[in-house]
């Protein structure tokens, strides 16, 4: 009989100390980064500026923010899951609705009779809601749903930006007369009586110089949250569902009226939407659309003319790695004169580690296709907890786009977790986990809850560096929706974070001394008044960014539409390159930096 | 002419043989490529139909780091080359188990379980299973990184359907279905019994065995034939346990119950089979199959 061959005692005694040194690596490893995060996490406000170059301060109270979102209370039968069903609503975007010249904040409400509120910037600092006094803050009235975002854009082209109100409920269309009060439109404008949506950019698919609009629902439109007929409204898997809302594309006819076109122009998903942004991804002249889906893969939306939109995910990359998409966001990070698309996921250590996605082209053969290949690893981008909005942004004005990415997703019981429970379901069969009554009752328990936000900051040469805690963002809300603007108008990026059951909070950007910037303010002429969909490229010291006036973008949410570019110690620019929605393109050559300039859409 | 076609009747009737022949070894328990080939059907399937895998370089750095971690200490340690078939299901099944966006979890996991085959054995015989060890041990210590297979082949019916043919099929011709078996209906007992205790619904404390990575689990992992005990009571009597103490661990909401429990009682029970076998065999005589190029199928 054949014996095995024993080795040695110094080869056994050797592999034994191998697999102990194998084990030890991620040990070693991570107390290596414990140890510097630790060190980093003790840096002052100079040290920040210093070493960052740009300090965020919580300004709200100050400012005279005292906003507090509130969330829906749903079916009673929900009670068992309620926090985890109502866990979104707190949204926040940007606009000048007045047009004095400063950049105002609107903040929505998601408890049934809440109110919205519209911060008035007064110019120095401080803020005033005057959503009542404008015909903007009782939107949330029993019977009509409740709040779940908004986006603002110039639908009939006379100069002051109209709101489009999504709810889970009845979508709302107001008229901005004149920056003074708000009409609502909705009825005229042929909007659906009710839609569970998360997501809504205003765009100009067609570039006939009138914006129209794509809405993304949510749970499908037939469900009332506060009136269920049945408890199977839950998703029919976890990352294959396609039991979700309809999509909705409103062309905007002209007269104050939308047409529904979806099917027509091939959008026909019933995927969990959650965001969506719009932006010339390869340069044909027309927006196309990404929409970040919960519960399944990313879908882009390929313009085709303005005439088609066809679905392309899963050829280029994009639709293929089913995750929890929660944000939707384009910004150009290594200046390339490209944008990438970044889209948030959840990673929960040990149990789900789906990570964010950074989309970058690879190189593009023609204008009728495009590939992308997943960097946020390489970045260091991917792991942000449970992470909601994103949005690009160059807070220390170096010359690259930084990223915020606000996190957390249920907050209570601060020592009991939910996830084995949402584990335990989540794996289940479709006919387990799409009904309610199946899921194990919350119990008080938090859900990736107190988490510390992301703020990465980027080196310009392919990677980030996180470094929230160090620049001032201590917070640990249940983050939601982010926003930029430069409220002061001094050439520095302020973030707004709205946050679920939690304050409004507005972080001011000190940059530090030494940075240069510049910044446009749009408006089309041809092209729609709110310039939504222009580009424009900005070439200075061998660098060349693109940027691009939006609709919406992130998690609910919108930036403010002035485009914002740090310049970093250079003292001027080479030219500003300005490709309209129309399709006229504007050079503007050697203007002066440290200055807003405003444009007009030459005839 | 009679006995010409009597000739070619005999001709074909060996050759159907030889084809019948061929079959049956294919699918023979001894086919040590069958489960690789199986696993690997599954894995293109379910990375074609539903993109399963965070990616398949990631899945391939697992295959190779496992393949050649395999021949250096089999060459280092037996000073034999082994069958790689057994490194291969150990690589894919890290590439299928576990989940990370990074790519040094999934070599460091291979190196891992291929390592443990080496140097933590008594007697000549493992002790752990290896890809079961090595992903516990990549969960306890950098959960940050790494998560295993839960909900990436979605929720639909078909997919299990499909995962339990070819694994019913394989553990069926591996001798080992009775372990699968066992599990299962403890699994489904013991969710009753939880369901008592904590109040959650049976569907919801059943769900999971619904779901894909317990279908790996249950036909590709615990019916291991190099980790499991000597007697069919034996087997059904340690798939019982692996159950009872995944309970446990599910009471105190342990999200990685199944691979724990293994990792917990896999070990207990091999020592203590190894223990009762050398007292028969008191002159420390090795069972056939933990020799260098053992003909046992291998599993995950």
């Given amino acids: 009989m054949e014996q095995a061959v024993r080795p040695s005692r110094i080869i056994q005694i050797g592999l034994v100390i191998f697999f102990v040194g194998l084990l030890a690596i991620p040990i070693v490893y991570k107390r290596h980064q414990r140890g510097e995060a630790s060190k980093a996490a003790n840096v002052s406000e100079p040290q920040a500026l210093s070493r960052y170059g740009f300090y965020l301060q919580e300004s709200s109270k100050a400012s005279g923010i005292d906003f507090i979102h509130q969330a829906p209370t749903l079916d009673v039968k929900l009670a068992h899951i309620m926090n985890l069903v109502a866990s979104m609503g707190a949204a926040v975007s940007i606009v000048d609705f007045d047009r004095d010249g400063w950049e105002d904040i609107y903040v929505v409400n998601s408890k049934q009779g809440s109110r919205n509120a519209l911060y008035r910037n007064l110019g120095n600092g401080t803020f005033r809601d005057v959503a009542a006094e404008v015909g903007l803050a009782d939107v949330n009235l029993q019977g009509t749903g409740v709040s779940t975002g908004a986006v603002w854009g110039d639908y009939d082209n006379d100069g002051y930006e109209d709101v489009f109100l999504y709810k889970w409920g009845k979508p709302e269309l107001f008229h901005n007369d004149g920056g003074k009060h708000f009409t609502r439109v909705t009825e005229q404008a042929g909007l659906p009586s009710w839609v569970n949506a998360n997501t809504a950019v205003w765009f100009d698919y067609d570039n006939d110089g009138k914006l129209d609009l794509f809405l993304g629902g949510y749970y499908p439109e037939d469900v009332d949250l506060w009136h269920l007929k049945t408890t199977k409204i839950m998703p029919n898997s976890f990352e294959y569902a396609d039991n979700g809302g309809r999509k909705y594309l409103f062309h905007n006819l002209g007269n104050g009226r939308f047409e529904e076109v979806s099917a027509k122009m091939g959008i026909k998903s019933r995927r969990w939407s959650l965001a969506a942004v719009a932006a010339d991804l390869r340069g044909t002249g027309y927006p196309d659309l990404f929409v970040a889906n919960d519960y399944g893969v990313s879908e882009l939306y390929l313009n085709e003319g303005g005439k088609r939109f066809r679905e392309v995910g899963k050829e280029a990359g994009v639709g ?218 900005v070439f200075w010291a061998g660098q060349e960014q693109l940027q691009q006036v939006s609709g919406g973008s992130g998690f609910c949410s919108q930036n403010e539409r002035r485009l914002h570019f740090g310049l970093g110690k250079a003292t001027s620019i080479d030219r500003v390159e300005i490709r309209w929605p129309s399709g006229i393109k504007q050079t503007l050559t050697n203007p002066r930096i440290d200055e807003m300039h405003k444009v007009k859409e030459p005839l | 002419m009679i006995r010409a076609n009597s000739v070619n009747a005999l001709a074909s009737t060996g050759k159907a043989e030889n084809r019948m022949s061929a079959i049956g070894r294919f699918f023979s328990a001894e086919n040590r490529y069958l489960p690789p080939l199986l696993i690997t059907l599954i894995l293109v399937a379910g990375q ?253």
């Avoid at chain 1, 919350?442 to 620049?471: C, P, T």
């Avoid at chain 1, 001011?508 to 408006?523: C, Q, R, S, Y």
């Avoid at chain 2, 293994?262 to 056939?288: C, E, F, H, Q």
Wanted: glycine share 8%; hydrophobic share 45%; proline share 4%.
């Fill in chain 1, 320 to 537: 293929f790695s089913p995750k929890s998409g929660m944000t939707a966001s384009v910004g150009d990070v290594l200046n390339q004169g490209q944008f990438d698309v970044y889209v948030t996921n959840i990673s929960e250590e040990g149990v789900l580690v789906q990570g964010n996605n950074l989309w970058m082209p690879k190189a593009q053969k023609s204008k009728s296709a495009i590939r992308y290949e997943n960097m946020a690893n390489t970045f260091g981008v991917e792991l942000g907890g449970w992470s909601f909005g994103g949005q690009f942004a160059d807070l220390n004005n170096d010359g690259f786009l930084d990223l915020y990415v606000a996190t957390g997703n249920v907050s209570l019981d601060h020592d009991h977790s939910y996830w084995y429970d949402y584990s335990k379901i989540a794996g289940g069969n479709q006919a387990i986990i799409s009904d309610t009554a199946n899921w194990p009752s919350l119990k008080g328990r938090s859900l990736s809850g107190y988490q510390h936000k992301r703020v990465w900051i980027n080196d310009g040469a392919g990677r980030f560096k996180e470094v929230a805690q160090m620049v001032g963002v201590k917070d640990v809300y249940d983050g939601r929706s982010v926003a930029m603007a430069d409220f002061e108008n001094r050439g520095a990026l302020d973030v707004v974070v709205a946050n679920q059951r939690g304050p409004l909070l507005l972080y001011k950007n000190t940059v530090a001394p030494g940075k240069h910037w510049i910044e446009f303010d749009l408006e089309g002429q041809r092209s729609n008044r709110s310039a939504i969909g222009a580009e424009v490229r």
């Fill in chain 2, 48 to 300: 074609a139909k539903f993109g399963l895998l965070e990616s398949f370089s990631r899945t391939a750095l697992a295959i190779v780091t496992s393949m050649i971690l395999d021949l250096v200490l089999a060459r280092l340690v037996i000073r034999k080359w082994p069958n790689l078939a057994s490194a291969y299901i150990t690589g894919i099944s890290v590439g299928i188990l576990v989940r990370s966006p990074a790519f040094w979890p999934y070599a460091l996991c291979s190196a891992l379980a291929i390592t443990s085959k080496y140097a933590i054995r008594w007697r000549g015989r493992h002790l752990f299973n290896p890809s079961n060890l090595a992903i516990s041990a990549m969960l306890l210590l950098v959960p940050e990184y790494v998560a295993a297979l839960s909900i990436q082949w979605g929720n639909d019916v078909w997919p299990l359907v499909i995962v339990w043919i070819l694994g019913a099929f394989i553990v069926w011709r591996v001798r080992r279905f009775h372990i699968t078996l066992t599990y299962v209906v403890s699994f489904v007992a013991f969710s009753a019994l939880r369901s008592v205790i904590v109040g959650d619904s049976f569907l919801a404390e059943v769900a999971p065995i619904t779901g894909p990575m317990y279908q790996l689990f249950i036909f590709f992992m615990i019916t291991d034939p190099r980790t499991t005990v000597k007697s069919m009571r034996g087997r059904c009597l340690v798939a019982f346990l692996v159950a009872a103490m995944e309970m446990v661990l599910r009471l105190a909401d342990n999200v990685n119950a199944p691979f724990y429990a293994l990792t917990i009682v896999g070990p207990i029970a091999m020592a203590i089979d190894i223990w009762r076998t050398s007292k028969r065999r008191p002159n420390g005589t090795l069972r056939p199959e933990v020799r260098a190029g053992s003909v046992e199928a291998p599993a995950l």
